[in-house]
């Protein structure tokens, strides 16, 4: 049973860029949490995906927006890359019904913006 | 606004030792609490999790936490670290059931340096 999965791995972008970065869930999961964590800090809540809607946002501009598909896999944006938008992003699913804190992480996709 | 304080950027322990990592809260009401560990190249394992009821609860990995709610606190401990231990630990809140939000506030972390 394959866990989480993020692609890429990493990614090197220059500002004024956009990037798209996707999140598998693990198996049986229907919603997809994403959190950008920088250097020396802990991860920030971006958004969270039910049912192909976007059910909550953290405190990120509007640059960054997201998206799942029918088969709950998610992709999220960031449009307009500025250099402090390097970070870990990490992906989180979890199954509504179990309750949205059993949340299960990728390893992340490491963003570089030069 | 909630937050999470982690006092501790890095601490270091012998192998065998016993270890705490402290972790204060700041909330309007009595959040859900979590302790999560990251290993290099690795995401976020969930450690343990604290929603209501006894206040000393057990976790993988031979961790356990304890919820004080009149020191806003939930320190991780572990009676004895073994070198695989070694990893960034991150303390973390949530809202209740019901509350309509599921969002996780973390804290900045705390490595954990294991010397043999």
């Known amino acids: 049973d394959a866990g989480v999965t993020q692609s890429p791995t990493h990614l090197i972008k220059t500002r004024g860029q956009q990037v798209t970065l996707r999140c598998s869930p693990k198996?049986?999961?229907?919603?997809v949490s994403w959190y950008q964590q920088a250097l020396g800090q802990g991860p920030q809540f971006i958004f969270q995906?039910?049912?192909?809607?976007?059910?909550q946002r953290g405190n990120f501009p509007d640059r960054f927006s997201g998206h799942q598909f029918p088969n709950y896999s998610s992709e999220l944006n960031v449009n307009a890359l500025l250099l402090g938008d390097s970070a870990l992003y990490l992906c989180?699913?979890?199954?509504?019904?179990?309750?949205?804190?059993?949340?299960?992480f990728g390893p992340g996709t490491r963003l570089t913006v030069t | 606004a909630q937050s999470v304080t982690q006092p501790d950027i890095h601490i270091t322990v012998s192998e065998g030792a016993s270890l705490e990592l402290r972790c204060n809260y700041s909330?309007?009401?009595?959040?859900?609490l979590f302790w999560y560990v990251q290993s290099p190249g690795q995401g976020l394992q969930l450690l343990l999790k604290?929603?209501?009821?006894?206040?000393l609860v057990q976790g993988i990995k031979g961790f356990e936490a304890e919820f004080k709610r009149s020191q806003s606190s939930f320190n991780l401990r572990k009676p004895s670290v073994h070198w695989s231990d070694a990893a960034e630990y991150f303390c973390?809140?949530?809202?209740?059931?019901?509350?309509?939000?599921?969002?996780?506030?973390f804290g900045k972390g705390t490595k954990l340096s294991v010397i043999p």
């Open positions: 989180a699913s979890s199954l509504r019904a179990s309750g949205p804190y059993e949340q299960y």
């Open positions: 198996s049986g999961h229907d919603t």
């Open positions: 995906y039910y049912e192909e809607e976007e059910r």
């Open positions: 909330y309007g009401a009595t959040p859900y």
């Open positions: 604290y929603f209501s009821g006894d206040t």
């Open positions: 973390a809140v949530g809202p209740p059931s019901g509350a309509g939000s599921y969002q996780l506030t």
